[in-house]
């Protein structure tokens, strides 16, 4: 689990609670933020909005994509290469029909994929197209729920004025209680409250955290079909290394020089 995306959000809700909670006041203060109409109005009219903009399959399967912003990849930049190291040694020792062995102890299914094509004696290029392909539809299904969310982010406060137009225009029409405005002003404010919130405290987070991950697995990939094609044409171990350490930051790289250096 990434616990940096649990602790940004829980922070930011005791952030909100503090601002509401150390008035004069106090906890009572709570109640003045609570409006249930106001509630369905900028939440049920932004979800209503996502799904009217996809299937219903599409609109389900966004919202439960919130669990990849949450949870941690089981494999980084430089342990990928040095997979990739490993499978190349086994290549230049033993062959490219051992990497099929080798293949099945390997997690992840784009990796294998590459691997059985090259133990099938698929045309390099051909290796290249089918890899890059995959890497572009993969790209493709995460920037579609990346957006998803990123609507959101647009629509919440969108929903949050048409709240709150609405609770203006319903206190402009009875004004011959001047005691009641104040009170019904704050009522229609909460919607746009609500809406910011939406879109400031959870949906654009989590939309910047899911295409971090997008971008950080695309680049893992990349350095899959790098290091799959070198190996393929059969290039030295310790030039593939090098060529994907170009990957890395000078940090990751280190680390990698470490880990050879202690085995």
């Not at 099945?104 to 051909?126: A, C, H, Q, R, W």
């Not at 890899?131 to 493709?140: N, V, Y």
């Not at 030039?239 to 280190?254: D, G, M």
Request: charged share 20%; hydrophobic share 45%; proline share 2%.
């Amino acid at each position: 689990m990434d616990i940096a995306t649990i602790i940004g959000l829980v922070a930011c809700a005791g952030f909100i609670f503090l601002g509401i909670v150390t008035g004069d006041e106090g906890m009572a203060a709570l109640g003045n933020f609570t409006h249930l109409i106001s509630a369905l109005i900028t939440i049920g009219g932004t979800f209503s909005c996502l799904m009217t903009s996809s299937t219903v399959s599409e609109y389900l399967n966004n919202l439960k994509a919130i669990k990849n912003a949450v949870k941690t990849t089981s494999m980084n930049e430089a342990e990928t290469i040095q997979k990739i190291i490993n499978l190349s040694n086994v290549a230049r020792k033993e062959g490219l029909l051992a990497l099929e062995e080798a293949a099945n102890e390997l997690e992840d299914s784009f990796m294998k994929k590459g691997v059985l094509l090259i133990v099938d004696g698929t045309d390099p290029e051909l290796v290249k197209s089918i890899m890059e392909t995959e890497l572009a539809c993969i790209e493709s299904r995460h920037k579609k729920v990346i957006n998803f969310y990123n609507d959101m982010a647009a629509m919440g406060p969108a929903w949050g004025m048409i709240g709150t137009l609405i609770g203006l225009i319903n206190m402009l029409k009875n004004l011959s209680d001047i005691s009641t405005v104040g009170p019904n002003m704050s009522t229609a404010l909460i919607t746009t409250l609500y809406g910011s919130v939406i879109a400031n405290w959870f949906a654009t987070p989590i939309a910047n955290k899911l295409k971090a991950n997008n971008e950080a697995e695309i680049m893992r990939k990349e350095v899959m079909v790098e290091g799959l094609l070198s190996i393929q044409a059969g290039e030295n171990p310790r030039v593939i290394e090098e060529k994907l350490k170009s990957f890395l930051s000078p940090e990751q790289r280190e680390a990698l020089g470490e880990t050879d250096g202690g085995e």
